[in-house]
């Protein structure tokens, strides 16, 4: 990390506590950032022609893995049979490599393309797969139960133009994580061309009679205008790779390549719940996810989209740094993440665990709070309200370009 | 499929045995339609037959004649190797070639599938669909996933104890439940050892089996992790066993109370407490009854659950003499899960499939994977079983089975409503994640990618998985051969009018969305019926 960036990066973690104003800001004070919203959304340019692209690492990857500080002999300590060895990592700084299954992902770091945000997690940890996973996805406190997703809640007060696709998309799985709750338009497919199929079973209604029918006819009117704007035809020059990772990042990129938009697109990678012989599984997931990545780039850059486009990985939780017996690792805390784009300055941020002083249940300390890293792509990508989507005010950190 | 004809069968005979010793009761028949909003909330889609036959049963008979139906036992067969005892993992896997791992592996997952369609069958075949709907409530409360266990065995077991305690003990359950070989596996508390805790049961026993979030707190999580030390399992037969030596027997102080407890004194600790029983009824509430529990409903069937010592048939019984369940405001408000919808839906409309399995895969494809909920938690289940790609799931499985008449051209003449090609429908499932084993990973790629150069071996086995998955689902569904003609013959009525409203009075707990239009045929009201919103409630 650069002495310029780290030195913005601490001033940012200083004023980053003065967060989360109250449990539940009074209603007035939701109430009036709501008509101010509205207010604005009248006369501003629609924010929604940047795309966020968010990948779930689903299971919590291994951090220390992922960015392995292989000049720190704790590290090699705490892991006698996982340690990647100092010959084998892809060097960033004098101190700092990536896995070697991340290769592929050089030539974007070395493009200063590709932040790499360490110690990313939040006060209070939850280390329950299911509950932790929620406070990411509703960008809530530890101890504060949200209904809805931090991107419902931000289309929810900043609606996305009628003519899109969908609000969000999300890819390959069935739970719609921060797109979920009443509020927004999102769409859940595995192929856009088999939604396409289908989607002509779905009938046009207004929404009406109790909640459960509601919602299913909501979703039925969800469908008819996401197909009215979706076609899925695209053909690309690039060679997408043969997984099912690969795959969803195609059909990301058919939905991108509408000429009517998408707000964000979720994809989903995993398990990366390495409690036994991590070694095999997390190479292997670590090199689906940097070669689906390359591929995304290639395809959105043919897409003139990569300057328009932010990608963002998020995991339930870190894992703790010493391994276990099983040669695995187990739930940990702070964890390690990715900013990928056109748009983002490239580096390190954040705080790399300090494994020297563990904290009594053996995991670190965060030192990036992961709704600043929302807030960045709220107010800087796509310059709207971050308050009420994050429950709180966050002080973005400056992983973007300006 | 043989046990259907008994399925059919014993309503009547138990009808006619009640009827008799009500004779001189006043209270009047039920009639079709609240026959039918009892039967699919207790049952999956209840068959013309049972509506017919129930329908003549005052409420109160109709509760007390379902409660009195209940089994402990499946009729179905269970698998060859379900009763097989010994070592969970042969000795020789230590020494095993890759070869040989990779064999042991596939048998396991192939006897997972075959776990799921031996289930699927038995809520097909089941005379009492209450059993069955239980069964799979206490599955996604105390939850296991073949994902971890990974002995297919284990799966069963504990299958047949959540179905021996459906409707009996809570309390005996929650015991049996905690020490079951598989959760003993799937919440580690093989790896809770006295000096070396694991709080992963000690926790979901509190917040998601007993307590609810909100009442202990971490103190007690760690607390009761001491108290659980020492369950084990013996690997030689795959049994639960106690180990003493693993036990910390010291002083533990759990929700305010301090002694030397073990893991059964804590079980004791928390049923004595009435948050369990609170918990325990509202979730039975959003089963049965509505999506928003009554606060003193609740307070009032608990304090009876409790008094009885926690017979289940005492809290199911008072639910479904509740005011709440039969006011006509709740009729449609709870969705169907995917196993409901289509059991349901096969069993609505008297098809009875020569194989299970593609039915299981369907239920996983919709967002169920039987044996494989998503976590500890379970399925989150009412609106979240909805989203555009498990509607269309839904609504392809519902095209494919009301069109699969000897595959005749999709019914014309309905407005807005353009079925897809049979082509088209051919080539498309959504039940790849069951076949490959992993539902949390994002489904396996579509067949045509796969020709697409794979880039290694795992890659081409799921691949290979997927469209032998989609392959099993498409045969299942051309073999069905749904008559509509025949089946709307076959319901109550003298005219055709009043056929099509029995069919009608069926299939939908509210008034279908998208009226049929009146010069419909069978096969287009059939269509209409099966493809409108309100099928999908119940």
């Not at chain 1, 998309?169 to 595995?190: H, K, Q, W, Y």
């Not at chain 1, 006819?217 to 690969?246: C, M, N, W, Y």
């Not at chain 1, 960045?376 to 310059?383: D, G, Q």
């Not at chain 2, 196993?339 to 239920?363: E, K």
């Amino acid at each position: 990390m650069s002495t310029m960036n780290r030195r913005r990066f601490l001033r940012t973690i200083a004023a980053a506590p003065l967060a989360p104003a109250a449990a539940g800001a009074s209603f007035a004070s939701f109430a009036a950032l709501a008509r101010a919203g509205v207010a604005q959304a009248d006369v501003a340019p629609n924010p929604y022609r940047r795309l966020l692209v968010l990948v779930e690492l689903k299971g919590g990857n291994d951090g220390l893995n992922t960015l392995v500080p292989y000049a720190d002999p704790a590290y090699y300590a705490l892991r006698p049979k996982l340690a990647i060895a100092r010959d084998d990592v892809v060097q960033l700084s004098d101190r700092a490599g990536l896995h070697p299954a991340l290769a592929p992902l050089a030539a974007a770091w070395q493009a200063r393309e590709l932040a790499v945000l360490q110690g990313v997690g939040y006060p209070q940890p939850n280390l329950s797969h299911f509950r932790s996973i929620e406070i990411w996805d509703t960008a809530s406190r530890s101890d504060q139960y949200v209904a809805e997703g931090w991107l419902t809640r931000t289309f929810a007060g900043r609606p996305v133009p009628a003519s899109f696709v969908a609000d969000g998309v999300v890819i390959g799985a069935n739970d719609l994580g921060p797109l979920a709750g009443e509020g927004a338009r999102p769409i859940s497919l595995t192929d856009p061309q088999q939604f396409l199929r289908r989607a002509a079973l779905a009938q046009p209604a207004a929404a009406a009679g109790n909640p459960a029918l509601a919602h299913i006819l909501k979703v039925e009117s969800d469908i008819v205008q996401a197909r009215a704007h979706l076609a899925a035809d695209h053909v690309f020059r690039t060679d997408f790779p043969a997984t099912a990772f690969g795959n969803a990042v195609k059909a990301a990129c058919r939905v991108v390549a509408n000429p009517a938009g998408v707000a964000a697109v979720r994809l989903t990678l995993g398990s990366f719940d390495t409690h036994v012989n991590q070694a095999a599984t997390q190479a292997r997931l670590l090199g689906e996810l940097a070669d689906g990545l390359v591929a995304l780039k290639s395809a959105l850059a043919e897409l003139d989209r990569w300057n328009d486009t932010l990608v963002l990985t998020y995991a339930e939780f870190g894992r703790r740094p010493k391994e276990n017996q099983s040669a695995g690792t187990d739930h940990g805390t702070a964890n390690v993440h990715f900013a990928l784009g056109g748009r983002v300055a490239g580096g390190l941020y954040g705080e790399a665990p300090d494994l020297a002083h563990l904290g009594s249940d053996g995991n670190p300390r965060y030192a990036l709070d992961f709704r600043a890293i929302y807030a960045t792509a709220l107010e800087r990508w796509w310059n709207v309200d971050s308050r009420n989507a994050l429950n709180g005010r966050f002080v973005p950190v400056d992983y973007l370009r300006a | 499929m043989q046990p259907r004809l008994f399925a059919i069968a014993l309503p009547f005979l138990a009808t006619t045995v009640v009827v008799a010793g009500t004779a001189a009761a006043v209270a009047a028949p039920m009639g079709p339609e609240d026959a039918r909003h009892l039967l699919a909330r207790t049952g999956f889609g209840p068959t013309a037959a049972e509506v017919r036959a129930y329908a003549l049963l005052p409420r109160e008979d109709a509760v007390a004649q379902l409660l009195a139906g209940v089994r402990t036992t499946p009729v179905t067969p269970p698998p060859s190797w379900a009763g097989e005892t010994g070592p969970l993992r042969p000795a020789s896997l230590a020494t095993a070639t890759p070869d040989e791992r990779k064999a042991f592996v596939q048998e396991q997952v192939r006897r997972g599938l075959a776990l799921r369609a031996w289930w699927l069958e038995e809520m097909l075949a089941t005379p009492s669909p209450l059993t069955e709907r239980m069964t799979l409530f206490w599955h996604n409360h105390f939850v296991s996933s073949q994902q971890k266990v990974r002995v297919a065995r284990l799966m069963y077991e504990q299958n047949a104890l959540l179905r021996a305690n459906a409707l009996g003990n809570f309390g005996t359950l929650l015991h049996a439940a905690s020490k079951d070989p598989a959760m003993v596996i799937y919440l580690d508390s093989v790896q809770n050892r006295k000096g070396a805790p694991n709080e992963n049961f000690a926790r979901e026993v509190m917040e998601l089996f007993t307590l609810g979030q909100g009442h202990y707190g971490e103190e007690d999580v760690k607390e009761a992790a001491r108290a659980f030390t020492g369950w084990s399992l013996e690997r030689d037969t795959g049994t639960f066993v106690f180990r003493p030596r693993l036990h910390d027997d010291g002083a533990k102080t759990v929700l305010g109370r301090s002694g030397a407890f073990d893991g059964d004194a804590v079980l004791d600790l928390l049923l004595a407490r009435p948050e369990t029983s609170e918990f325990v009824v509202t979730k039975l509430w959003l089963e049965f009854v509505s999506p928003t529990p009554d606060e003193a409903e609740v307070r009032r069937i608990a304090r009876a659950f409790r008094a009885s010592n926690y017979d289940i048939k005492v809290a199911v019984g008072a639910l479904l003499r509740s005011p709440a369940f039969w006011a006509p405001a709740q009729r449609g408000t709870l969705v169907k899960g995917p196993v409901d919808l289509v059991v349901g839906t096969l069993r609505q409309l008297d098809l009875a499939p020569p194989d299970a399995l593609p039915f299981a895969l369907l239920t996983a494809g919709m967002g169920q994977n039987l044996f494989a909920p998503p976590n500890v938690r379970g399925w989150p289940g009412g609106a979240a079983w909805i989203n555009s790609n498990t509607l269309l799931a839904r609504k392809q499985f519902l095209d494919r089975v009301a069109r699969n008449d000897a595959g005749a051209p999709p019914p014309a003449g309905i407005a807005a409503m353009k079925p897809v090609t049979a082509g088209a429908a051919a080539r498309d499932d959504g039940s790849m994640d069951a076949m490959a084993g992993a539902p949390a990973r994002p489904a396996a790629p579509a067949a045509r990618d796969a020709a697409a150069a794979p880039r290694n071996a795992a890659v081409t086995d799921a691949n290979g998985a997927a469209q032998r998955a989609a392959r099993a689902v498409d045969r299942g569904l051309r073999n069905l051969q749904f008559d509509p003609a025949r089946w709307v013959a076959q319901q109550d009525g003298a005219t055709r009018d009043d056929k099509l409203r029995a069919a009608r009075t069926l299939l939908l707990p509210i008034a279908a969305q998208t009226p049929v239009p009146s010069d419909a045929d069978a096969r287009a009201a059939v269509y209409a019926l099966l493809l409108d919103p309100a099928y999908q409630l119940r």
